[in-house]
């Protein structure tokens, strides 16, 4: 198994910052610079969506509505991997979970979530 916990999450006035921190880790855990990581966020009743990624070759991507404000990064002697988030916005406010995917097997793996609420 693989296991994934995110921490970081919490209340935040509206222009503030969290960081987000992914650990990954489990019996089946490879090396961690093989995963492709990500961050995703979810609001109740809509689909999960994509935040930001950052892959084992160091290519990140991110979703329009966070471009210039969030940055993923990791730290893989650590096993980690954060989400920076700057200049937050009442509509950043969602359960934020941590994906890796491992191309060599096709499998993906998530964490439990952590809660961003964002309050103007």
């Known amino acids: 198994q693989v296991q994934l916990v995110e921490s970081g999450g919490g209340l935040v006035q509206a222009g503030g910052s969290l960081r987000l921190s992914c650990v990954v880790s489990?019996?089946?855990?490879?090396?961690?610079?093989?995963?492709?990581m990500a961050w995703y966020r979810q609001v109740p009743g809509m689909t999960r969506g994509l935040v930001a990624s950052l892959t084992s070759d160091v290519r990140t991507r991110y979703a329009d509505s966070v471009q210039g404000r969030f940055t993923i990064s990791r730290e893989n002697a650590e096993n980690t991997v954060y989400l920076h988030m700057n200049s937050l916005k009442p509509e950043d406010t969602a359960v934020y979970y941590c994906?890796?995917?491992?191309?060599?097997?096709?499998?993906?793996?998530w964490g439990r979530g952590t809660q961003v609420t964002v309050f103007s």
């Open positions: 489990g019996s089946d855990f490879r090396f961690f610079s093989i995963y492709d």
């Open positions: 994906n890796a995917w491992d191309s060599s097997t096709y499998r993906d793996y």
